[in-house]
């Protein structure tokens, strides 16, 4: 193999080893918007959680709390 060819494959193996070791994204990445939206979201479900647990009580909340959850859960973080 020629100094050419190994210098290049030396090369490729070095910007492969660069991308891998890059910062691992979260979950729900996504376009910033849709980053900034859900976490929106996620914080008017716990509003809203914390509303109906004064009103009707806890039971009540936690049944509200798993739907809403399903939903937030298949849009924001489900890959």
């Keep these: 193999m020629s100094n050419s060819r190994r210098s290049l494959r030396l090369a490729f193996a070095g910007i492969l080893a660069a991308a891998a070791m890059g910062s691992p994204a979260p979950a729900y990445a996504g376009p910033a918007e849709q ?23 806890y039971d009540a909340a936690v049944e509200w709390w798993d739907k809403r959850w399903a939903a937030y859960y298949a849009n924001c973080l489900a890959p």
Excluded: D, Q, S
């Excluded at 929106?40 to 914390?50: D, K, N, Q, V």
């Design 35 to 57: 980053v900034e939206r859900c976490e929106a979201r996620l914080e008017r479900i716990e509003a809203r959680f914390r509303e109906i647990e004064e009103r009707r009580g």
